[in-house]
């Protein structure tokens, strides 16, 4: 069975995406901070009868890091890395006059920093897997500049950078960036927790995740909404 490393995975999108795996017969490991959140998002995955591994730890950890695709290569070797697990820099949101250089920090340590060490340390597996494949989740804010979203969205732009050179440089490999466009989870609330809006349910963006993994089209960035629009 193929094996994927999902990140940020207790909740929201990471939470979607394990149980649409799951479902599809994939074995997992999964990441969160929250070991007990994680540990029940794991435990709803028993029905699906797959191998499912919950270590919870902070990705900005190194041996976290390494715990994660060693136990992915127990499972027979990672084919897809997910980079979900995120940082806001600063909950509720604020303007860059007022963001900590250390909030930011934070930010580029988590999504940019922490992505790409789990990345170097999956390669070799990655390389190794019949179709290894590599998303990193990123945000309308990456490329739009939206009041109070200075830090977050440049730390999505910088990873949207790593993600593209990726796919050049591993030929290989697909290296999907991916817009989710608006979600409701619990890292919006963080960032906004005025905004009574409804939002869309983040299973309702797994079916665009999914058409990647199926359709293997060429490494670049991706919006979910697009990708659901076409199918």
Same mark, same amino acid.
């Given at each position: 069975m193929p094996v994927a490393i999902i990140t940020g995975a207790s909740r929201g999108l990471g939470r979607a995406l394990a149980e649409a795996l799951a479902a599809r017969g994939w074995d997992l490991v999964l990441d969160a901070r929250n070991s007990e959140v994680l540990?029940?998002?794991a435990g709803a995955l028993a029905p699906y009868g797959t191998r499912v591994t919950a270590l919870p730890g902070d990705v900005t950890d190194s041996w976290h890091r390494t715990a994660l695709v060693t136990e992915a290569a127990r499972l027979g070797g990672v084919d897809l890395l997910v980079s979900n697990a995120s940082a806001l820099g600063a909950e509720p949101l604020v303007r860059l006059a007022e963001l900590s250089l250390d909030g930011l920090r934070r930010a580029l340590e988590v999504n940019v920093v $922490? @992505?790409?060490?789990?990345?170097k340390e999956a390669l070799p597996q990655l390389r190794a897997a019949p179709a290894g494949a590599v998303v990193t989740v990123s945000s309308d804010a990456a490329a739009e500049a939206y009041g109070t979203w200075g830090g977050y969205g440049a730390s999505k732009a910088a990873l949207d950078q790593l993600a593209a050179v990726l796919g050049v440089e591993e030929p290989g490999l697909r290296v999907w960036a991916v817009d989710p466009g608006d979600m409701a989870t619990d890292l919006y609330? $963080? @960032?906004?927790?005025?905004d009574d809006d409804s939002r869309p349910d983040p299973r309702s963006v797994v079916p665009a995740l999914l058409r990647l993994l199926d359709e293997r089209p060429a490494s670049g960035r991706y919006g979910a909404p697009a990708l659901l629009e076409t199918r």
């Open positions: 540990k029940e998002a $922490a @992505a790409l060490g789990l990345v609330a $963080a @960032a906004v927790p005025d």
